[in-house]
């Protein structure tokens, strides 16, 4: 157990649809990270979160979107979905204060199926 | 920008065999290098990583890789398989950030799918 929480650990929806995918960091780690895994794009990092703040975005589309709250918990919302987005979520957390070389502890992941 | 390339996308040994999982990396500055491993329907757990001193590392259940800057490399080895070992392995690469929570996102390769026979 990474003792990153994601919630749910499956969901079903249909196209068009948006979903709300949660993520809770480890206790005491400040960064969020956020990744897709996908059959076609294999593992792809989409945005990070430090402390609340939006730090670096990767491959995410326009119709997704993250934040971090004050508690630190973070929310990825999937919006317009199409099939293509079926995949497996992932959230990460760090400390995020050694500069790169801390160790990212990866949740059970949020399977997304869109159909 | 970076960039993992992991040679063979399936890996198959024998019970006992020797492990080698070869992950080769681009990076325009000092990387740091980590092997993380995925068991079916469950998330990725750390095996190991590479940031600075001693180019060895060892890490969980036997496994070890060794950082060669010459050659961009840092493959997985484990002297003997076990079963138990059957799952994908995933090498990654991040950099160092000045700021604390810079982006340090990881860059992943491809994955290998080790399957351990009797």
């Known amino acids: 157990d990474s003792g990153v929480t994601q919630t749910p650990k499956h969901l079903i929806t249909a196209t068009g649809q948006r979903v709300t995918l949660r993520c809770s960091p480890r206790?005491?780690?400040?960064?969020v990270y956020w990744y897709q895994q996908s059959l076609d794009q294999g593992l792809q990092f989409l945005i990070q979160?430090?402390?609340?703040?939006?730090?670096a975005k990767g491959n995410i589309l326009e119709r997704f979107s993250a934040q971090q709250f004050p508690d630190l918990h973070s929310e990825l919302n999937l919006s317009s979905l199409e099939l293509g987005d079926s995949a497996l979520y992932f959230c990460?957390?760090?400390?995020?204060?050694?500069?790169?070389?801390?160790?990212?502890?990866f949740g059970p992941g949020t399977r997304l199926t869109v159909l | 920008a970076q960039s993992v390339t992991q040679l063979g996308s399936h890996v198959s040994v024998s019970e006992g065999a020797l492990v080698l999982l070869r992950c080769n990396y681009s990076?325009?500055?000092?990387?740091?290098l980590f092997w993380y491993v995925q068991y079916p329907n469950q998330g990725l757990q750390l095996l190991l990583k590479?940031?600075?001193?001693?180019?060895l590392v060892k890490g969980i259940n036997g496994f070890e890789a060794e950082f060669k800057k010459s050659e961009t490399s840092f493959h997985l080895t484990k002297p003997s398989a076990h079963m138990s070992d059957a799952a994908e392995y995933f090498c990654?690469?991040?950099?160092?950030?000045?700021?604390?929570?810079?982006?340090?996102?990881?860059?992943f390769g491809t994955g290998t799918r080790l399957q351990v026979t009797l």
């Open positions: 990076s325009s500055v000092p990387p740091y």
């Open positions: 206790s005491g780690d400040l960064s």
């Open positions: 990654a690469v991040t950099f160092r950030q000045g700021v604390a929570g810079t982006a340090s996102k990881l860059t």
């Open positions: 590479y940031t600075t001193g001693a180019t």
């Open positions: 979160y430090y402390n609340g703040e939006e730090r």
């Open positions: 990460a957390s760090s400390v995020g204060i050694s500069g790169g070389q801390d160790t990212q502890y």
